[in-house]
């Protein structure tokens, strides 16, 4: 054996972590070892600290940190330094100009609040140390806030255009995700007036969700909703198989979306579903997701499985190329608004008054409408959506009707059943504007953020019933109930000229497992009962 030692190497954070991606697709740990002349026990020892490395590079700010940094050591006062941190990113995802000065000053007043022992100045040693463990390169940013930055939209589409093509990405591995509040029951005023009922609109604002639709470009592979209600089981769910559900729904104090929330849906849901989806087209399990920078957003870093990772937008940039701001999320809504005016015109028809048949609805009726609003937006729809961003990805026959007038038609024609007095004018206002108010996420405020930092792992979790509280119990269905309403279902759909043959098939279905399930239960019952005698 050679007598020579091998010479000391120390990786960088990006390296060590290229290491455990490359691991990950099958390399060799003997053959990695050798190119970067490295032990195989400290190659083995990184696989073991995985989740440290992974854990402390979601602190680190650009590509740029990652090579530098060698070590996982950790700041002093590492509340403040990830506190400080977690202001720097809302503020800089909103486009705040932030200076020096700025940056020292919050430092000191976080560092007030966690009411630590130790004296603290915020001296220029700390701050470009702070600076240096986040990769922040420079803190001055001049000038006022800004507003939709055109330049900055033309850029961001050159450098995306140049991603996706080095990556060899076809349209079908882009996505786009962005979250909207909904005001699931309100009506126009002049509506609810009409209703000679005494409601304020502070009550139905309470009445929200957060949707966030989620697609790739060319409209092939939508996601289920994400959708976010207050309660982690309201009423309506009572006897409710929550799997059955159309949506990935979870919940939130104020029906917001956060940052943990939005990291368990990218690896609970996102991942898996693309990966299953490429797999099917026979593509690598190579994608980009596409978001804007909200706070309610973790930073890229954090959002990596693989060859799947985030992409973020500038700031500024959203509302000018955001594909899903480009008319899919309008279209979501004005479909949701129309299946919404149906419902509560067929509730008047059966006696109801405007109020009774709003208050009615439950989240679940939402939950179900707005997922087959969801279902029902064409891939032609999605493609154009992304014309702004991508202009490559429409193709010659994405020339879809004026959808969204239609819908508009018959919410006018709807709502003037109940109100002959209202106009089409004020119906558009309130398609456009019910919403304008209904924010999807919380800006974190200095104590917000320190309890975050302070206690990371601690989820809030709402009242089961808070959003809820005066809507009836759902009744558990008996099998003997289903199966006679079955058969009537039957009857119905074989009567039906438009029914297909699969309705039937599918009804049929149900009928004989309501059906089983009965005998099933008499005979439990009977066997329970001789030996209770």
């Keep these: 054996m050679s007598g020579v030692k091998r010479k000391h190497v120390t990786l960088s954070l990006n390296e060590k972590l290229a290491v455990l991606q490359r691991l990950d697709k099958g390399e060799s740990l003997q053959q990695i070892a050798k190119e970067l002349n490295v032990g195989v026990t ?121 991603i996706f093509k080095e990556n060899e990405m076809l349209p079908c591995q882009v996505y786009n995700i962005d979250e909207t509040g909904l005001n699931f029951k309100m009506l126009p005023t002049k509506t609810l007036a009409a209703s000679n009922e005494s409601v304020t609109g502070t009550k139905l604002m309470k009445d929200r969700i957060t949707v966030a639709p989620c697609s790739n470009a060319d409209g092939t592979h939508k996601l289920p909703l994400f959708v976010i209600g207050k309660s982690k089981k309201p009423r309506a769910f009572k006897n409710l198989n929550p799997s059955s559900l159309p949506v990935y729904y ?63 937008l500038p700031p500024n940039v959203t509302s000018l190329i955001q594909p899903m701001d480009q008319g899919a999320i309008e279209w979501l809504k004005r479909r949701y608004r129309r299946k919404y005016i149906s419902s509560i015109l067929e509730k008047s028809e059966q006696g109801f008054n405007i109020f009774e ?11 179900y409408t707005i997922a087959a609003s969801w279902d029902e937006l064409k891939p032609d729809t999605l493609r154009k959506s992304w014309r702004k961003l991508w202009p490559e990805v429409m193709t010659e026959t994405d020339q879809t009707e004026d959808q969204q007038n239609n819908d508009s038609q018959e919410i006018v024609k709807d709502l003037q059943t109940l109100d002959p007095n209202v106009l089409a004018s004020e119906v558009e206002d309130w398609i456009t504007e019910c919403d304008k108010d209904c924010d999807s996420y919380e800006e974190l405020d200095d104590d917000q953020i320190l309890a975050a930092v ?69 005979k439990q019952k009977s066997i329970t009962d001789f030996f209770t005698k």
């Design 357 to 367: 048949a709003m208050k009615s609805l439950t989240i679940k009726d939402a939950i």
């Design 454 to 522: 302070i206690e990371t792992d601690n989820k809030e979790t709402a009242n089961e019933d808070s959003d809820c509280e005066e809507d009836e119990l759902p009744t558990r269905i008996s099998h003997t109930d289903a199966k006679n309403a079955f058969d009537i279902a039957l009857q119905y759909i074989e009567q039906n000229p438009t029914s297909t043959p699969m309705d039937i098939l599918w009804i049929k279905k149900w009928r004989d497992t309501a059906a089983k399930s009965r005998i099933s239960c008499a």
């Design 42 to 162: 400290t190659i083995k020892d990184w696989r073991k600290n995985r989740k440290d490395i992974e854990s402390y590079t979601i602190t680190i700010d650009g590509e740029n940190a990652l090579k530098h940094r060698k070590t996982l050591k950790r700041a002093k006062l590492e509340l403040l330094d990830n506190a400080l941190w977690m202001w720097f990113c809302q503020e800089r995802r909103k486009g705040t100009p932030i200076s020096g000065p700025i940056l020292k000053e919050k430092a000191i007043v976080l560092h007030k609040k966690l009411k630590a022992e130790s004296e603290f100045a915020a001296s220029e040693g700390w701050i470009d140390r702070w600076k240096n463990r986040h990769g922040v390169r420079f803190v001055s940013i001049s000038g006022e806030k800004l507003s939709a930055d055109n330049e900055a939209a033309r850029e961001f589409c050159v450098k995306f255009q140049e």
């Design 250 to 312: 979870r919940n939130q104090k104020s029906a917001w979306m956060d940052c943990n929330l939005f990291k368990s849906w990218f690896f609970d849901e996102f991942v898996p579903s693309v990966e299953k989806n490429l797999k099917e087209k026979k593509l690598p399990a190579r994608a980009i997701l596409l978001l804007d920078n909200a706070p309610s957003h973790p930073p890229e870093q954090e959002l990596v499985k693989g060859d799947i990772k985030a992409l973020f």
